[in-house]
């Protein structure tokens, strides 16, 4: 089984109860109270942009407006800050769906990174215009983090819709 491009692989159509499971799963490890780490990964970022990437339909801009809301709430941070980020990236995500499926996982890693240094830099920049603190230079390894675990997420979220091989050899498919 490969790990770069799913073109080599039929997939089985995604349940959206998943989609919305996964997401729910993205938001709870992002509501943890592990401490404020300016480098920290954004998990629901990761899966926000994954499934812009694979569900357009399903998952885009409305999705990661209503995502961020739950995180600036959650943060207390103004309101809109994540939601702006988090529908930038989301945006980003859907326009380049296509393209991005073309590439290995590696490369998919290097096209994705400056999506989350965009959600980063919006976050950062709404942060400061309205006067809050700058949160240390940590936060430029937010996005290298976020672009690592592109293949945990390609791995866990895929994993449902991978076929069995099937080892009758008459079938085209």
């Known amino acids: 089984m490969s790990l770069g491009r799913t ?3 039929l997939l089985l159509p995604v349940n959206p109860f ?12 992002n509501l943890l109270p592990l401490g404020r780490h300016a480098a920290a990964p954004d998990v629901l970022a990761v899966v926000l942009a994954f499934w812009g ?7 885009g801009v409305g999705v990661a407006f209503l995502c961020g809301l739950a995180m600036d709430v959650h943060k207390g941070a103004l309101l809109g800050q994540h939601a702006l980020a988090y529908t930038v990236l989301g945006y980003a995500a859907v326009m380049m769906h296509r393209r991005l499926l073309w590439f290995g996982l590696a490369g998919q890693m290097a096209q994705v990174l400056p999506l989350f240094a965009l959600a980063t830099g919006v976050a950062l920049t709404v942060r400061l215009v309205v006067g809050g603190m700058f949160p240390g230079w940590g936060i430029l390894l937010a996005p290298v ?3 690592l675990l592109w293949p945990v997420a390609h ?9 069995p091989p099937d080892p009758d050899k008459t079938r085209p498919l």
Do not use: E, T
């Open 155 to 163: 791995v866990l979220l895929l994993a449902p819709q991978r076929r």
């Open 53 to 59: 990437v694979h569900q357009p339909r399903r998952v």
């Open 145 to 147: 983090f976020d672009a």
């Open 18 to 29: 998943f989609i919305a499971l996964s997401l729910a799963l993205a938001l709870a490890l």
């Open 7 to 9: 073109a080599d692989q």
